[in-house]
């Protein structure tokens, strides 16, 4: 099993639909979890940190399942400009939270 | 702004050319990455320092050889590379395992 897993997609939406993107990880003492978006031919961007008790940012919901080991994204009322790759990110604890572990990313297109 | 520069943003180097790419943050990270990213392809580790220590090196050719002078600057001195190196090469810097991308050198070897 990867270390890090994600539906590639690609996902179409039309806008003002609400998707929604799960990442799968195989190390249970992985500690602390990110989203970051990348847009075309553009460098990745912290999106939003992903708490245990699950935190929101607007239209944006993060979410985290540590008994089956996924996190999720939750968009609602999706604009054009929300078009990007959505990446997770997943790191250990303590002196080793150096390890980045990025899942390849699920790509998103919003259509009008 | 994110707070790491890289330099150069573009970059065309032929295969016997000897040049190096910059990057510099200043967020007071501990540690520093090198990404490769080929066209509509995954981000690929490169390097990872800790500590200004190399703690990742993932079976990177050696005609990449990165340097990292102290804990805000890092270098990826580049020679003799082939056409297929070219790419976006994306410096990170993070701390507690928030990064922080710099904007990328795009690199055409020729």
């Known amino acids: 099993r990867k270390e890090v897993e994600q539906d590639p997609g690609p996902f179409n939406v039309p806008e003002g639909a609400t998707v929604a993107f799960n990442c799968t990880y195989s190390n249970s003492a992985s500690q602390s979890f990110f989203w970051y978006r990348q847009d075309c031919r553009k460098e990745p961007k912290l999106l939003m940190s992903v708490y245990s008790s699950g935190n929101e940012d607007g239209r944006f919901t993060a979410q985290l399942n540590r008994a089956s080991q996924y996190i999720s994204l939750l968009i609602r009322d999706s604009k054009l400009s929300d078009s990007a790759t959505y990446l997770c990110?997943?790191?250990?604890?303590?002196?080793?939270?150096?390890?980045?572990?990025f899942g390849k990313g699920t790509l998103l297109t919003v259509n009008p | 702004e994110t707070g790491v520069t890289q330099t150069p943003r573009h970059l065309v180097m032929g295969m016997t050319n000897k040049k190096s790419l910059k990057c510099e943050q200043h967020?007071?990270?501990?540690?520093m990455y090198w990404y490769k990213q080929s066209a509509k392809k995954p981000l690929e580790l490169m390097f990872v320092y800790s500590l200004e220590e190399r703690v990742e090196n993932n079976s990177v050719p050696s005609r990449f050889s990165p340097e990292c002078p102290n804990s805000s600057h890092l270098f990826l001195h580049l020679h003799t590379l082939q056409p297929e190196d070219s790419a976006l090469y994306l410096c990170?810097?993070?701390?507690?395992?928030?990064?922080?991308f710099g904007q990328g050198t795009r690199l055409t070897v020729v």
């Open positions: 967020l007071g990270h501990n540690a």
């Open positions: 990170a810097s993070s701390q507690a395992g928030r990064a922080f």
């Open positions: 990110v997943v790191t250990p604890s303590g002196g080793s939270n150096y390890k980045l572990t």
